[in-house]
């Protein structure tokens, strides 16, 4: 928009510089013509009074001294005589032609137009003399077209160097301009980005134009209207988190008093499955209050404290627990901490709880071209069974929930990566989790 302003505003002053200050150039020129002109006449009618003393000689001293200006040149061109059959001429340019000739026979001084400027052709009556029209001699002044030479090239710089400052000026101004709308508008591209980062940006500072301060003031009370609504879908849930505990605990007192141990058993473990949803909906609920609307954390530092978490229980088991970080620290992820650690706990889980003791067990972590990291785990179990889709929710093949893996594939869908799943080197299961970048 800028740009697009000072493009524009520089098209339209150089349009308006060039209609105006062409023609005050050519006019600057025509005027020096003129002002030439205008001197030439005044040489001229010196010139005359020299010529009707008839004393060539003084009349050649003259014209030396006044021809020393380059800007005009003078010449007296006398008619052919008995002495002189083709005639006398003094000065720079010698020689008569058809007009010399009419201004001589009429008597009456003449301009024309000539390559170059213009020329003067005055004929002079001899003091004291009745000799014919046809044998006065003639004065003859060609004056040159002002050049680059002359004080038009120094009006024309003028001209140009004020144009300039007039266009920089312009674009200045244009620039100012642009600036008053695009830093405002900026601003709030900005404050709209950092809308979904863990920390609430800064107040918007309202300026610029009235239009903008009025789109400003209308996303302050967007985003304040969406603050109170998400507070009050927070109220909700923690009001229904609390109204849901209230009949599982009712319902708990009464699984206790049944008498039949494994009809009480079955109910314990349904009434703790229901519980496990209810908190798993409540968390879900107040993810955007714990992570903003763009989760962040470093994938190698969470990946590295699970590992070691789960050590201590790999050695009970007699398990080899191979950990492998290639890359490096910090490497963030789009993904949040709490369910980063979900992933890592899931995936070993299922090693430690579905193979038997003994059993080996890697954990590589390297980064992933493009951002983002990329979590193996391999085992040395019996491997995934064959025909079940085990990332699918509530799909399993040992009893469980089936929704370890599905957990995963979503966190890693979520984050701009996948998951895949092969045999190891080990023969038993290998998955392959790849998070993207924020």
Known sequence: MRRSLILTVAAAVTMVLLAMLVPMAVLLRDYALEDRLSRAALEVQATESVVSGQDRGAVSLYLESINEDPDTRTTVLYPPDEVHPDGQDVGPDPGQDSRVIQARATGQARVDDVDGGAEFLV??????????????????????????????????????ALGIVLLAGALLLADRLGRSFVVPIRGLATYAQQLGDRRRPAPLVTEGPPEVRELAQAMTR??????????????????????????????????????????????????????????????EARRSEREGLVPECDAVAVLRERAGFWQPLAEDQDRELTVEITADSPTPVRASEEDLSAVADVLLDNVFSHTPDGAPVRVAVAARPGGGVVLTVE????????????????TSGAGSTG???????????????????????YGGARVVVELGAP
């Open 123 to 160: 004929p002079v009556s001899l003091s004291g003399s009745s000799a014919a029209p046809e044998r006065t001699p003639v004065i003859r002044v060609v004056v040159a077209q002002p050049g680059l030479q002359s004080t038009v090239a120094r009006s024309w710089l003028v001209l140009l």
């Open 222 to 283: 967007l985003v304040e209207r969406i603050e109170v609504l998400l507070e009050r879908e927070r109220a909700g849930v923690a009001d229904l988190s609390h109204r849901l505990r209230t009949p599982i605990t009712a319902l708990r007192l009464r699984v206790d008093g049944v008498d039949d141990a494994e009809a009480r058993a079955r109910l314990g473990a349904d009434l703790d499955e229901l519980e496990q949803m209810v908190d798993h909906v409540v968390r």
């Open 379 to 394: 085992d040395g179990g019996p491997g995934l069974p064959g025909d079940l889709d085990v990332a699918g929710r509530g």
């Open 403 to 425: 929704l370890g893996l599905a957990i995963v594939d979503k966190t890693a869908t979520e984050s701009g990566g996948g998951l895949s799943l092969s045999r190891s080197s």
